[in-house]
């Protein structure tokens, strides 16, 4: 089974920008739709973006004009770049296979901790 492994969160000012990456162990990645999740404290885990195998992206309305959805099939690796952070976008960040998610058979990384505070 897949395992992904995020990173690049921080501690960031309101308005500033982070660049996330994950990369997944899977040799058929490139043939897989991927999405990022972020889960705040004391709320669900939400879906933010996700970027298909056929490289169509989609955003949440709450992140859409500042995130940008990426991946290289070469490296296996998802991107999540963000700008213009504000307060509400703290949280833990985390990346899967949105059918993963959907059937509820799903294992979750570490996560990667984003902080947006002055």
């Known amino acids: 089974q897949a395992q992904f492994v995020e990173s690049g969160g921080g501690l960031v000012q309101p308005g500033g920008s982070l660049r996330l990456s994950c990369v997944v162990s899977?040799?058929?990645?490139?043939?897989?739709?991927a999405a990022w999740y972020r889960q705040a404290p004391g709320k669900q885990r939400e879906w933010v973006a996700t970027n298909t195998h056929s490289l169509t992206t989609t955003y949440a309305d709450s992140v859409k004009g500042r995130f940008t959805i990426s991946r290289d099939n070469a490296k296996t690796t998802v991107y999540l770049q963000m700008t213009n952070l504000k307060p509400e976008d703290t949280a833990v960040y985390y990346c899967?296979?949105?059918?993963?998610?959907?059937?509820?058979?799903?294992?979750w990384g570490q996560g990667t901790q984003v902080t947006v505070s002055s």
């Open positions: 899967n296979y949105p059918s993963r998610v959907v059937s509820g058979d799903v294992t």
């Open positions: 899977e040799r058929n990645f490139r043939f897989r739709n």
